[in-house]
């Protein structure tokens, strides 16, 4: 939601400084600044991807595979169970409440209108009489009433109060109303109130909305000089002997409005306004301001790699073995790569597989798989064949070196649930095995240098064993690729209740030694 608000608070921004810096252009002009600054608050921002401006390539995390004859730990895969709140669901109400609001609004006028329908009458003859001959547009004389509107949307209804026929400024009020209904105004209007009662609580928005029906009114004013030649004069005589009166329709626009605005309205009309280079410089340059606003969060995944999505692939495996039954657990974190995790989805309903996803509240997206035929666990993995991650699934000796000799040092950090965790450092040698006994457990570990996006890493098959009645038994074999100089970590177990691990953490950084 921070990123929703930054954008939009930005863009909007910038439009009541392109109100500042168009001070002399038209008031049209100035009136779609203010309905494109609102329409942006539509936009939700934060779910958009701009991967097609800016891609994002599929790169592996630091701790980019593991393999485990354990499965690995469920809260990578589900969900908390613990009640977290969420600016999103206050978002929501805020929003459904404004619905409620505008519905309101909509129901209001209705009723408004039925009643003003009871005391009028359509009185077509008065277009001739005050020079418009041709025009059809029906037209509502309502009794009581000194001022003027119109309603509807495709078939319009101009309502004038009867006081207003015995007026000499009669002519230009029904001129104004024809060119609100030229420019589609009630539209306008119908919009603007619809995104004021959703953001009924947003201050940036209601300055717009305020700005936008000014600026509808002063273009409707600057239209209808350019067609009557004496609309100015008319227009002051009315504005100075009228003004509004409560109880006015909120999705029409009323031609005699607050008295500090109508005086305004004639000082308006006395200077022209036209479209200068400056005020082309100055829309050019805030739009591209604008759209820098919305390209930074998308270049900023770039950047800040720890606010990108990452996603964490879990694939489970049951393996029979004769009476033995097991489950090998492997999987990734990386980033990137959503055509290959979007291949996985579909060929996991293709396959009798089951696969869950969820996102943790650090913007996780998990994703685990269960599998009962290794078969099907090797056709899910080859959608990574021609990816970048180099996800594969391992066979006996599949991962090798042609440089056997090549010497390694690694940097071994052990914890088992909160115990201390137990630091040691292993001298191997590339593809073969080597191991340490450490209290009552056994570390067997087979580095190999392999490539990975085009740079050298380590494949880390290790097999960890505890000692149990005096014997030792295998806990896990995990496997890990991660690149050289770089810890990855292994975490075979889970969290409790109190947010404490229960399992084997192993970090693992292999060195070179020359």
């Not at 942006?40 to 393999?67: G, H, K, Y």
């Not at 969900?79 to 609004?105: C, K, R, T, Y």
């Not at 009552?440 to 000692?467: C, H, M, T």
Request: with cysteine.
């Amino acid at each position: 939601m921070f990123e929703y608000f930054l954008i939009n608070g930005i863009l909007s921004l910038l439009s009541l400084i392109a109100l500042t810096t168009l001070n002399n252009a038209p008031a049209r002009l100035k009136f779609f600044v203010c309905i494109a600054a609102l329409f942006f608050w539509l936009i939700p921002w934060q779910l958009i991807s701009f991967d097609w401006v800016f891609p994002e390539p599929a790169v592996l995390r630091t701790t980019v595979f593991w393999e485990s004859v354990r499965p690995l730990s469920n809260v990578l895969a589900q969900p908390q169970n613990d009640w977290v709140f969420h600016w999103e669901w206050l978002f929501i109400s805020a929003l459904m409440f404004g619905l409620i609001l505008f519905a309101f609004q909509i129901l209001k006028q209705r009723h408004l209108l039925k009643q003003w329908h009871e005391k009028s009458k359509v009185n077509q003859s008065l277009w001739p009489r005050f020079g418009f001959a041709t025009e059809k547009t029906p037209l509502r004389v309502v009794a009581d009433y000194d001022n003027a509107f119109v309603s509807g949307y495709f078939n319009p209804v101009i309502w004038v109060g009867e006081r207003q026929l015995k007026n000499e400024t009669t002519r230009s009020i029904l001129q104004h109303e024809l060119v609100h209904i030229k420019h589609h105004d009630n539209f306008y209007l119908f919009y603007i109130l619809l995104i004021k009662s959703l953001f009924w609580w947003n201050p940036l928005v209601r300055l717009l909305v305020s700005q936008a029906r000014v600026y509808i009114e002063l273009s409707c004013d600057d239209a209808c000089r350019r067609s009557m030649p004496d609309y100015q004069e008319y227009l002051a005589r009315a504005l100075l002997q009228k003004h509004q009166k409560n109880n006015q329709p909120v999705l029409c626009t009323p031609f005699f409005l607050r008295e500090k605005f109508n005086l305004y309205r004639i000082k308006q009309l006395s200077k022209e306004f036209k479209v200068t280079s400056k005020h082309i410089f100055s829309i050019t340059l805030l739009t591209l301001l604008g759209l820098l606003t919305v390209a930074i969060p998308a270049t900023s995944k770039q950047i800040l790699s720890d606010a990108a999505t990452i996603t964490r692939l879990e694939i489970i495996t049951a393996i029979t073995d004769g009476d033995s039954k097991h489950e090998r657990s492997m999987g990734g974190e990386f980033r990137g790569a959503e055509s290959e995790v979007q291949k996985l989805y579909a060929l996991a309903s293709e396959l009798s597989v089951d696969v869950s996803t969820n996102i943790d509240e650090e913007n996780i997206r998990h994703i685990q798989v269960n599998s009962n035929s290794l078969v099907d666990t090797k056709k899910l993995l080859a959608v990574f064949n021609d990816s970048p991650l180099k996800i594969f699934f391992r066979e006996e000796n599949k991962t090798g070196s042609a440089n056997s000799s090549q010497r390694l040092l690694i940097d071994l950090n052990f914890r088992r649930d909160q115990e201390k965790a137990v630091s040691l450092t292993l001298a191997a040698t590339d593809s073969h095995w080597t191991g340490i006994e450490e209290g009552d457990y056994l570390f067997r570990i087979r580095p190999s240098v392999v490539n990975l996006q085009g740079r050298e890493a380590v494949s880390i098959v290790s097999e960890i064993s505890e000692k149990v009645d005096g014997a030792y038994q295998v806990v896990a074999t995990p496997h890990v690729v991660t690149a050289l100089n770089e810890d990855a970590t292994i975490e075979i177990g889970e969290k409790n209740e109190k947010g404490l691990y229960k399992g084997l953490s192993m970090t693992l950084n292999t060195k070179r030694v020359d």
